[in-house]
C-alpha cells in the first residue's frame, strides 16, 4: 500500500524544498555495496554542505573522490563521539551545515550516529533524512520471511552475560528478528542460535548485499549450520531469523521451575541472572520462580 496521493504532482518537489539549509545535520544514506545506489540528492547534498563528519574519513575520502565531491572531513566515530559531538554542533549553532555518513548504508543505525542526532535535538537543532540504502531493510524484503512486524537487534553483545540474555530473548520474539554479524564470528552465532531456536526456525542469510557476490539463502537454523560447517563464511552478512510460531513449544516445557533454572546455569549464568531468564521466558515474576526453588529444596 503506498503512502502517497494518487494525485502525481505530489511525487514532485520544486528544487527550492531540496536547497541546503544553514545550521542542520543531514543524515545522508550511503550505499552499502554498488555505487549506482547513490542518489542525485545524496550527490547534492554532500557536494554543498560545509563538511562532512563520517565514521572512517579514509573510507570515506575515497568514496567521495569517486563521486568527484571535495568536502572537508571530520572523524567521528565510538571512540570520540563524546568530544567531537558537540564541537559539530556548535558549529551547526554558528551557522554551518553538515552530512553526517557511515561506512555504509543509513546513518545513527548501530552506529554512533545516533548520539549525535540526540545532541543536535537536545539542542533544538534541525536534523533532516537523506534516504537511500539500510542493510537491514534490504535483507528484509528479500528474507521471503514475514516483514509486517520485525524487530533490529543489529550485533550481539560480545560479553558472555549480556549475550546469553540477548539470545535467550531472540529465541521468544515472535516478530521476524534482524541480525548483523562479522564472517569470523558466524559459525559461533549460527551455533548459539541452534541451541536457544531450534533447527527448524525459519533462517535467511543475505551476504555482500548489493555487491559482486551477494548471496541470498533461505532455510532453516539447521540447515544453515550444516552449509557453514563445510563452507567458509565471507563477507558481511545480515540474519533474518523468523519469529517463534506462539503455539510452538518451548524448549522447557517439560521441565520443572528449578530444571529451568538448572539449565541456565548450565550455560554459565549465575542464579539470579537464571532465574531472570526462566522468569522472562514463563511470564512470571522472578520472585515466583524464587519461590519455587526455594520450596523444592
Not at 553538515?98 to 540526540?118: F, N, W, Y
Not at 549480556?162 to 552465532?189: D, F, Q
Not at 539463502?217 to 510460531?245: A, D, F, I, Q
Not at 530444571?259 to 537464571?274: F, W
Request: proline share 5%; net charge negative.
Amino acid at each position: 500500500m503506498t503512502e502517497f496521493s494518487e494525485t502525481t504532482e505530489e511525487y514532485f518537489v520544486p528544487d527550492e524544498k531540496n536547497k541546503l539549509e544553514k545550521g542542520v545535520l543531514y543524515l545522508v544514506a550511503t550505499p552499502i555495496g554498488n555505487l549506482s545506489d547513490v542518489s542525485d540528492r545524496c550527490r547534492k547534498v554532500l557536494s554543498g554542505v560545509d563538511f562532512v563528519a563520517a565514521e572512517d574519513t579514509r573510507n570515506s575520502g575515497l568514496f567521495l573522490s569517486r563521486l568527484g565531491i571535495k568536502r572537508p572531513l571530520v572523524s567521528y566515530h565510538e571512540h570520540n563521539k563524546a568530544s567531537v559531538g558537540p564541537r559539530i554542533t556548535e558549529r551547526l549553532k554558528n551557522g554551518e551545515n553538515c552530512a553526517l555518513i557511515s561506512d555504509a548504508g543509513t546513518p545513527a543505525i548501530s552506529d554512533p550516529g545516533e548520539d549525535l542526532v540526540r545532541l543536535c535535538a537536545e539542542d533544538g537543532l534541525r536534523v533532516v533524512p537523506v534516504p537511500g540504502c539500510c542493510a537491514a531493510v534490504c535483507a528484509l524484503t528479500v528474507s521471503a520471511l514475514p516483514t509486517g512486524r520485525f524487530v533490529f537487534e543489529g550485533f550481539l553483545p560480545s560479553t558472555p552475560r549480556e549475550r546469553r540474555e540477548r539470545l535467550a530473548s531472540v529465541a521468544n520474539e515472535e516478530r521476524t528478528v534482524i541480525l548483523y554479524e562479522a564472517p569470523h564470528r558466524l559459525r559461533r552465532t549460527l551455533d548459539e542460535l541452534l541451541e536457544v531456536c531450534g533447527a527448524e526456525r525459519p533462517l535467511s542469510l543475505c551476504r555482500e548485499l548489493t555487491k559482486l557476490n551477494e548471496d541470498v539463502r533461505r532455510g532453516t537454523v539447521g540447515s544453515t549450520v550444516e552449509y557453514y560447517n563445510v563452507n567458509e563464511p565471507r563477507g558481511e552478512y545480515v540474519l533474518v531469523l523468523g519469529g517463534k510460531s506462539p503455539a510452538s513449544e518451548h524448549f522447557w516445557d517439560n521441565m520443572t521451575v528449578s530444571d529451568h533454572v538448572d539449565y541456565y546455569i548450565g550455560q554459565g549464568m549465575s542464579q539470579k541472572d537464571a532465574i531472570k531468564a526462566a522468569a522472562h521466558d514463563r511470564g512470571v515474576p522472578k520472585n515466583e520462580v524464587y519461590a519455587e526453588i526455594v520450596k523444592n529444596k
